[in-house]
C-alpha cells in the first residue's frame, strides 16, 4: 500500500483528493522503533506529529514521585503528537514503542508548509481536536480502570445527548465518526474500539454500519455506562 493510500484510512487526512494526499505523503518521514524505544520524552520540544503505520505505541505520564502510567495506546492508522505540532510547547507525556513499530513522522515546519497550500486540513484538524478536548476527562484514567466497553458507553450515552436523532425505538446519531477517531477519544487501539462496538451491538444495545450508529436500548446502555469503576462488572 503506498503512502497515499494509507493516509485515506486516517481520519485527520481521509477527506483529501488524491491531489492534496500526494505533496502531503512527501513531506512524511519513515522512522522505525523497537520494543522499548522512546519516540520523544515528555517535557521534550513539541515540533512533529507522528502516525502509526504498523505497530503500537504507548504514552506514558510519570508523575511528581517517580511512578509511570500508561495514558493511552495508539495503533495502526492513529496519530499522536497534533498539539505539540500545532504549538509547539513540551510534550506532556512520554511516548514508548510497545512492539516494532513503523512510524509516519510530520515536522512542523512542513505541516505548516502543506496546511499553507491546503487550508481546509485545518478546518479538519480543528474539529478532530475539538472531539478529542470535550472528551479528555474522560479518557484521562489509566486504561485498566474501566473496561472498555464501559468507557464506549459513557462517551456513545454523551453522543445521544448531544447529537442524536430521536423517534420511538432508537436513536440515530448525527455525529459520523470513523474507527480510528472513536478509538482517538476512547484512547485505546482503533482494534480495541472494534472490539467494545461489537460488544455492546452483540448485547443489542446498539447498531454500527460504515459511519452510522443507531442505539436501540438507551437504558440498556446507561446501564453499562453506569457500571462501579471499582467492580469493574459489566452486566450480560
Known amino acids: 500500500m503506498s503512502t497515499e493510500q494509507f493516509l485515506r484510512n486516517v481520519s485527520l487526512f481521509a477527506n483529501l483528493t488524491a491531489a492534496e494526499l500526494e505533496p502531503l505523503a512527501r513531506r512524511l518521514v519513515t522512522r522505525e522503533y523497537e520494543p522499548g524505544a522512546v519516540i520523544f520524552s515528555q517535557g521534550s520540544p513539541g515540533n512533529s506529529m507522528y502516525i502509526v503505520r504498523s505497530g503500537l505505541v504507548d504514552a506514558v505520564l510519570t508523575s511528581e514521585d517517580g511512578s509511570e502510567r500508561i495514558l493511552a495506546q495508539f495503533g495502526p492508522e492513529q496519530f499522536f503528537g497534533e498539539f505539540g505540532l500545532l504549538d509547539g510547547l513540551p510534550r506532556s507525556a512520554t511516548m514508548v514503542a510497545r512492539e516494532p513499530s513503523d512510524l509516519l513522522k510530520l515536522g512542523r515546519t512542513e505541516f505548516f508548509g502543506f496546511l ?121
Open 116 to 236: 499553507e497550500m491546503y487550508p481546509a486540513v485545518s478546518i479538519k484538524l480543528l474539529v478532530l481536536l475539538s472531539r478529542r478536548l470535550r472528551f479528555a476527562l474522560q479518557t484521562a484514567e489509566p486504561l485498566d480502570a474501566v473496561p472498555l466497553p464501559v468507557r464506549l458507553a459513557r462517551v456513545l450515552v454523551q453522543f445521544a445527548e448531544r447529537y442524536g436523532d430521536h423517534d420511538e425505538s432508537r436513536i440515530q446519531l448525527s455525529l459520523r465518526l470513523t474507527r480510528g477517531e472513536l478509538a482517538g477519544i476512547l484512547a485505546c487501539p482503533r482494534s480495541d474500539a472494534e472490539q467494545a462496538l461489537a460488544a455492546l451491538d452483540d448485547q443489542g444495545l446498539i447498531g454500527v454500519r460504515g459511519l452510522q450508529l443507531t442505539i436501540y436500548d438507551m437504558v440498556g446502555l446507561r446501564a453499562v455506562a453506569s457500571v462501579d469503576d471499582e467492580s469493574g462488572e459489566v452486566p450480560d
